[in-house]
């Protein structure tokens, strides 16, 4: 063989390894990338952690976390029972965990959440005698556990969501919790304040369930109006976006985007999921109180989800998600509340002990038909 045929050949091999090189590698790329990359021209894609996914010693899930999402959300351990269950006791362990992973990974870090009617211990609201504290003394239970809890995270945690569930639906305005009770309905922007005083550079939000409730909404847009006359800083709202296969109502959900959207607050969809089981009578929401009695007929998949209701949560996903690009230019985040199935709070609530799928990926952590059918729809 000629010199120069001998050198074609070469040149050619070299040229087919490169090649082969460079497509495995966009290969990899491509098998690197998540939701995260799917939907980057769109909204950051979060999840909710627990302590146990950060505590264990397999790192299968925070690797996987770390691929797919750009956003995580502390499931539990920055509520006040967890951080700060007596008044001069913290548990920092935990959130510092949530924070130094979130940060290791270059993550939209969010603080869950400051004030809250739940989770909260009963001694807050109480003298050393058991009986209710005076409002002066609760204000000042408020602004320490705000100032320290947001301080210590400042410039780590980039939103906040500051206060929790604190308006009732159709109309009724605000929830009595001990907080309305004691401090009356300044207690909300007081703790806007403080989380701003603590770190002006955080975004704040509100944050709720079955937001699309013409009620709740009408009721939070007026505070929100109010808020911004007087300067009170709150920078957006949280849908929890706690939905099923048949509820809510896409419609009045979309007309809460744009409500929120019109008064020139970001939205977040903070606690997504879609729960795919019987609901018992006729409830929606997420009152972690309203646990309901267990049933078999309320559990029908415990051996596995069948393909038409499989189908149907799809086809709910690609609508709902369809929503959301739809409004991308309003909502910051979109955060599904769990990674995998097996960890989901929707298994115990609101019936304890049941088996339901209501997330992307399945119990062993892999994709389920449903993360692809999602995905797809963020490279349009
Ligand atoms: O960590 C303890 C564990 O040590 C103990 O053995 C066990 C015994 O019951 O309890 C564990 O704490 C539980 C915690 O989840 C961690 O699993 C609490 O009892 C339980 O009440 C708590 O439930 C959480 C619930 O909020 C109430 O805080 C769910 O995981 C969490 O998904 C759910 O999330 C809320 C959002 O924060 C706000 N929006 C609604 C959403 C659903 O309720």
Request: glycine share 6%; aromatic share 10%.
């Amino acid at each position: 063989m000629s010199i120069s045929r001998r050198r074609f050949t070469s040149l050619t091999a070299a040229a087919i390894a490169a090649m082969t090189f460079q497509s495995r590698a966009i290969q990899a790329a491509a098998r690197e990338t998540g939701l995260k990359d799917a939907f980057k021209d769109d909204f950051l894609i979060g999840t909710a952690i627990n302590k146990w996914t950060l505590e264990r010693e397999d790192s299968t899930q925070r690797d996987l976390i770390a691929r797919e999402f750009n956003s995580i959300t502390a499931e539990n351990c920055m509520k006040w029972m967890e951080i700060h269950p007596e008044e001069d006791r913290w548990n920092w362990g935990p959130a510092d965990q949530f924070v130094e992973f979130g940060t290791k990974h270059g993550m939209h870090i969010v603080g869950h959440t400051l004030v809250w009617h739940s989770q909260v211990p009963r001694t807050v609201f109480q003298d050393e005698n058991g009986n209710p504290i005076s409002k002066e003394r609760l204000e000042a239970r408020m602004q320490h556990h705000i100032a320290t809890v947001v301080d210590r995270y400042r410039g780590k945690i980039a939103i906040w969501d500051v206060v929790n569930e604190a308006i009732e639906e159709d109309e009724k305005g605000w929830r009595q919790s001990p907080w309305f009770k004691i401090l009356g309905p300044t207690f909300m922007e007081r703790a806007f304040q403080l989380a701003h005083e603590a770190d002006p550079k955080a975004h704040l939000i509100y944050n709720d369930y079955n937001e699309h409730n013409p009620g709740r909404r009408n009721f939070l847009v007026e505070r929100i109006r109010d808020y911004k006359r007087r300067g009170i800083p709150i920078h957006g709202v949280g849908f929890q976006g706690h939905i099923g296969l048949d509820y809510p109502d896409l419609r009045e959900y979309e007309d809460s985007i744009e409500a929120i959207a019109a008064e020139g607050l970001a939205v977040h969809v903070t606690e997504l999921e879609v729960d795919v089981l019987p609901r018992p009578s006729s409830f929606t929401g997420a009152e972690i109180s309203a646990v309901q009695q267990y049933a078999d007929k309320l559990n029908p998949y415990v051996d596995g989800l069948p393909k038409e209701v499989e189908q149907e949560q799809i086809d709910r996903y690609k609508r709902f998600f369809e929503l959301l690009l739809k409004h991308r230019e309003k909502i910051q985040r979109v955060t599904f509340w769990g990674m995998h199935d097996g960890e989901s709070w929707k298994n115990n609530f609101p019936v304890r002990g049941r088996t339901n799928y209501p997330l992307l990926f399945d119990r062993k952590l892999n994709k389920k038909p449903v993360y692809h059918a999602v995905a797809g729809l963020g490279r349009t």
